[in-house]
C-alpha cells in the first residue's frame, strides 16, 4: 500500500580526543582536558578531564587530580578523584 521510506542517517564518526604531555614536558598551571590524556613528563598544578588519565612511570605530579578514570604508573603528590575507577600500575 504504502512505500516504505528508508531513512539514511549519516553520523560523524566517533573520534575521540587523545593529548600526551611528553618526557620532557614542565607545566604549572590548571589544565582542563575531555577525552583521553597521557603524561610523562611533570606538571604542578591541577588536572581535570572528563575521560580518562594515564599517567606514565616517568610522570610526576603535583596537586589535584581529578578524572573518570585513573591509570598510574608514576607519581603523584596530592589529591585523586576518579569518578569510575584508580587502577595502579606497576612501572
Do not use: C
Not at 611533570?42 to 612511570?57: A, F, M, Y
Amino acid at each position: 500500500m504504502w512505500a516504505r521510506k528508508e531513512q539514511i542517517v549519516q553520523t560523524e564518526p566517533d573520534y575521540e580526543n587523545f593529548t600526551l604531555l611528553a618526557k620532557d614536558v614542565d607545566f604549572k598551571g590548571v589544565v582542563n582536558f575531555d577525552g583521553t590524556v597521557r603524561i610523562d613528563g611533570r606538571v604542578e598544578g591541577e588536572i581535570h578531564t572528563t575521560g580518562t588519565l594515564i599517567v606514565g612511570e616517568h610522570a610526576v605530579i603535583k596537586g589535584v587530580v581529578s578524572a573518570a578514570v585513573l591509570m598510574n604508573s608514576g607519581r603523584i603528590n596530592g589529591t585523586i578523584t576518579a569518578v569510575e575507577r584508580i587502577q595502579i600500575l606497576k612501572p
